[in-house]
């Protein structure tokens, strides 16, 4: 019997990185990591082509267009990844039976609620990157009705670049950083939310629709600094601010802690709190500067 294949999508970003560290653990799957230049998601052709050589069981797709203040000047590519892409790669799913693990995020949401989210609250993005990213979920869904799609938030790793990292270096480069400390989120470590993927796919068990996966707990990115600093042992000052005196092209959600309790129970996945999610990628960053 051949051994299940996976294609990981985007397998250079952060999570696509997250997966290739994790299938070690998984030796009884095959993996396929394709990066943007192996495999554009929006070229149909290229997709086709791989599907009908490979024939991978599941497609996860990690691929995305994140950068979410430049998608304001810059709508059509993050359309043009996070929807057409989603759509092509649904598509292909459908007519070679595979199956399809789409990824999305926090920011669908508007962020005015004052409790976490769950996946059967309405969408109502703020800004481009998270309209396309719905538009993307509601393709998705369009054409591949057995696809499960996962929103996360706030994800970071020690590959790429993200929110730990930039503090990080900020804190080595200044006495004093000013963070954010009115928008409200939780904290994911990539590598936690891979493990939670693979532990479905692994599972066995394959019910279609929308789930929310982060770390547990709840942070501001000022909470989040604060215990970078910790961890780090940096000798700089972390000063709260409010959003309003660090203007961005895009609108965030002030709000957008998500309800995790549905992937939890369908699926008994782990979700460690994000403090020790962090501690973990702090480690892994140092064995990586070490190695
Ligand atoms: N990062 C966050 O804070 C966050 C929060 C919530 C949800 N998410 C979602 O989580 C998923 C993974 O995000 P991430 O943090 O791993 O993002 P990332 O580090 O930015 O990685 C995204 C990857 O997608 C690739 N990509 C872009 N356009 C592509 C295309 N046309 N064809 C193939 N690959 C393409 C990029 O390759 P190149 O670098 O070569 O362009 C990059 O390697 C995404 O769906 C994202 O929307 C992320």
């Not at 192996?38 to 069981?57: G, H, V």
């Not at 070679?96 to 004052?114: N, P």
């Not at 396309?132 to 054409?143: F, H, N, P, R, V």
């Not at 004093?176 to 993927?197: E, I, R, W």
Request: net charge neutral; with cysteine; hydrophobic share 40%.
């Amino acid at each position: 019997m051949t051994m299940p294949a996976i294609l990981i999508t985007g397998a250079n970003g952060q999570l696509g990185n997250a997966f290739r560290a994790l299938s070690v653990s998984f030796p009884h799957f095959r993996f396929f990591f394709l990066s943007s230049e192996d495999m554009d998601i929006t070229e149909e052709k290229a997709i086709d082509l791989f599907f009908r050589s490979n024939r991978p069981d599941y497609c996860v797709n990690c691929a995305a267009y994140t950068a979410v203040d430049k998608a304001e000047g810059d709508a059509a590519s993050a359309y043009r990844v996070n929807r057409e892409g989603a759509a092509l790669l649904a598509q292909a799913c459908k007519r070679h039976a595979s199956r399809f693990m789409h990824i999305s995020t926090d920011y669908v949401f508007s962020g005015e609620s004052a409790e976490p989210y769950r996946e059967e609250d309405a969408a109502d993005p703020k800004n481009i990157y998270g309209r396309s990213k719905l538009a993307g979920e509601i393709t998705a869904a369009e054409y591949d009705p057995d696809c499960i799609i996962i929103r996360t938030a706030w994800v970071y790793s020690a590959h790429g670049s993200n929110f730990v990292k930039t503090m990080i270096r900020l804190m080595k480069e200044r006495e004093s950083v000013n963070v954010v400390n009115d928008q409200t989120g939780t904290p994911t470590y990539a590598a936690d939310l891979a493990k939670a993927c693979l532990s479905i796919i692994d599972g066995g068990k394959w019910a279609p629709g929308t789930y929310h996966y982060t770390n547990e707990g709840r942070a501001t990115w000022y909470d989040f600094a604060v215990a970078i600093k910790q961890m780090t042992g940096a000798d700089c000052n972390v000063n709260a601010i409010p959003s309003s005196a660090f203007p961005t092209m895009a609108k965030r959600p002030a709000f957008s802690l998500l309800d995790t309790r549905k992937i939890i129970n369908a699926y008994a996945v782990s979700a460690p709190g994000w403090r020790e999610a962090l501690r973990r990628c702090l480690k892994e960053m140092n064995a990586l500067k070490e190695a």
